[in-house]
């Protein structure tokens, strides 16, 4: 059964260092999610991609935060320099299509990011 | 801007229980809604998905309904069973915006 990877599956990292994340999408999926997950709450969309090109990434924090999918398929998102508060859940979803009502997500098993 | 409600947060049944789940949305104006379980610790897995223009879905003891017009989702488990002890998001997705809510947390009792 096709799944979304991801990887690693835990992180712990010391405050202002660097990480990064990698996910491979549903083969032949075009959209690409990166959700972040604060314990006890839903996930927040952080970016969406459609093939290599950003669709979405308001709740992005751009001045540590990165997010590529250079070839259109597997994408990897930086943080740069790590807070304390971005220790969470970190998850990438995949998609058939990017918007209408046939739009399933699909979810990797998360990374989970601990910054001390 | 879309806000998206569960309730109960958390909930606690014996086995054998049927039970439901609810899910409220402000913007109706949505493509579809999907009913999500995750265990702890661990990703999300799909469990229906109702089109815009659909007003139920059922996959083996899950229903889930959605009615438009009130803003409303329900997912319906009949006969509950300790296995499906976990967290249930639904989320809504309208334009290109996927909103989640925080979960219900569902705990069955053997």
């Known amino acids: 059964e096709a799944e979304v990877a991801q990887s690693p599956r835990y992180k712990i990292t010391e405050k202002s260092q660097a990480v990064a994340f990698w996910c491979d999408p549903i083969?032949?999926?075009?959209?690409l999610y990166w959700y972040r997950q604060i314990l006890g709450q839903g996930p927040e969309l952080l970016v969406q991609?459609?093939?290599?090109?950003?669709?979405?990434d308001s709740q992005l924090p751009k001045d540590r935060f990165s997010a590529e999918r250079l070839k259109g398929v597997d994408s990897t998102l930086k943080i740069q320099p790590a807070e304390l508060g971005d220790s969470a859940m970190y998850l990438c979803?995949?998609?058939?299509?990017?918007?209408?009502?046939?739009?399933?997500?699909?979810f990797g098993p998360g990374t989970r990011l601990t910054v001390l | 801007k879309q806000e998206v409600t569960q309730i109960p947060a958390a909930l606690s049944v014996p086995e054998g229980e049927n039970l439901v789940l609810n899910c409220s949305f402000t913007?109706?104006?949505?493509?579809?809604l999907q009913w999500f379980r995750q265990d702890p610790g661990k990703g999300l897995t799909s469990l229906l998905l109702?089109?815009?223009?659909?007003r139920e879905q059922t996959s083996g003891r899950l229903n889930a309904s959605l009615d438009k017009s009130s803003g409303r989702s329900t997912l319906y488990i009949a006969a509950s069973q300790p296995g499906d002890s976990a967290t249930y998001l639904c989320?809504?997705?309208?334009?290109?915006?996927?909103?989640f809510g925080a979960g219900t947390r569902l705990f069955v009792k053997a």
């Open positions: 979803a995949s998609s058939l299509v990017s918007a209408g009502e046939y739009n399933e997500q699909f």
């Open positions: 083969s032949g999926h075009a959209t």
């Open positions: 991609f459609q093939d290599e090109s950003v669709v979405d």
């Open positions: 913007d109706s104006a949505i493509y579809n």
């Open positions: 109702i089109q815009s223009s659909q």
């Open positions: 989320a809504v997705t309208g334009g290109f915006k996927t909103i």
